[in-house]
């Protein structure tokens, strides 16, 4: 299966007029994630996946090692496929530890059980905000003379702490048990990401992602109202540099999230990422949040994209667009991520059918 031509060159200003609620020529693909085959496949060459080069962030803070995808080959794969932004990653708070040898190691480990062993971590500082603000000036220096965009995707304050420093079980029953540690813990995390945002800004990045997986299938990890007191003024915090300037934030988490929609609306946040299928309808979300939010996704990874055949994603990707098409307010994609495991033919698939029936 062949890439056909689409139309309507790549344009951040697409994107971010989608995610405004303004009129758009087609509807906006974007991915948080294609992984390196697929890459590999479109580019004729090996370059990393769309959030790396030399590692995989997507899973987790340690296998966050080497840089980003170097800017000509994200340029190029934005040129092949139509998406209008290239992808700084900057997703996990680089909480590190000291080892024997004196070196600096990323914690990935889940072995912050005690207010001791979080007193003993090396937190982040003005080197690890340079460390992110460099791709991006590689990134802008890249598109100039296109339409493309630059976006940095960050701000795990919650995942990060559960997922990478202190373990999921620990970490749930800390919040209960230590919620002044936890919230220590997340203060920290919010005032690095507020400092990243600022500087990002004002670099000139054309969106804001925020992405924190706070939530199952059914609802929020821990009971809405601790979450709420303990998580959402942080992140408007981390957002606010954005807001304040116009730029427009995308936030991502996976599951059941109706209980934070609302509030997401209320501190800023322009549209939301990945509308996890397996918690959310999206028809429903469109007639209840449509008009006021931007709804991105959806398009499921395990079926169609991984199981089915082209032409069960291209009938997907059809029956998302007459419900989510009208009225604009859509961005398509998947309920997460191109994987390796999805044929390389369903990613086509998918992308042909977006350019095929996004058209307005």
């Known amino acids: 299966m062949q890439l056909e031509a689409y139309v309507g060159e790549p344009d951040v200003e697409r994107l971010k007029a989608a995610l405004k609620g303004k009129p758009v020529d ?39 090692v080497g840089r980003p995808m170097r800017a000509g080959d994200f340029l190029e794969f934005c040129q092949i496929t139509g998406q209008d932004v290239m992808v700084v990653e900057a997703l996990w708070t680089p909480f590190k530890k000291r080892a024997p040898d004196g070196t600096l190691k990323t914690v990935a480990d889940r072995s912050v059980k005690t207010r001791q062993d979080w007193e003993a971590l090396v937190f982040p500082g003005e080197s690890d905000i340079e460390d992110r603000l460099q791709y991006i000036r590689e990134y802008k220096e890249a598109v100039n003379g296109t339409r493309i965009g630059v976006m940095l995707l960050g701000g795990c304050i919650f995942q990060t702490l559960y997922e990478m420093v202190v373990g999921l079980t620990d970490f749930m029953m800390m919040c209960y048990e230590q919620r002044e540690l936890v919230e220590e813990m997340l203060e920290v995390s919010t005032v690095y990401f507020e400092k990243l945002s600022e500087a990002a800004v004002n670099e000139g990045i054309d969106i804001l992602y925020v992405a924190d997986d706070f939530a199952w299938k059914n609802g929020l990890m821990i009971p809405p109202a601790l979450f709420k007191e303990i998580w959402l003024h942080r992140m408007a915090r981390i957002i606010a540099p954005a807001v304040n300037r116009g730029v427009p934030v995308m936030f991502h988490s996976d599951g059941k999230i109706d209980d934070a929609v609302e509030w997401l609306i209320d501190i800023g946040v322009d549209g939301i990422n990945p509308m996890d299928p397996y918690g959310i309808d999206y028809r429903d979300y469109k007639k209840r949040f449509g008009s006021r939010l931007t709804l991105s996704g959806n398009i499921d990874v395990e079926w169609p994209l991984v199981h089915g055949t082209p032409a069960d994603v291209e009938r997907d990707v059809k029956e998302h667009m007459e419900v989510l098409k009208p009225g604009g307010r859509y961005i398509a994609g998947s309920s997460h991520s191109i994987t390796n495991f999805v044929p390389h033919e369903n990613y086509i698939a998918m992308l042909n059918a977006i350019h095929r029936y996004g058209l307005y």
Request: aromatic residues 6%.
């Open 26 to 64: 087609r509807v906006p693909n974007f991915e948080n994630l294609v992984d390196d085959q697929h890459v590999t496949k479109l580019l004729g060459r090996e370059a990393g996946n769309t959030l790396s080069y030399g590692g995989d962030p997507a899973k987790g803070a340690g296998e966050a």
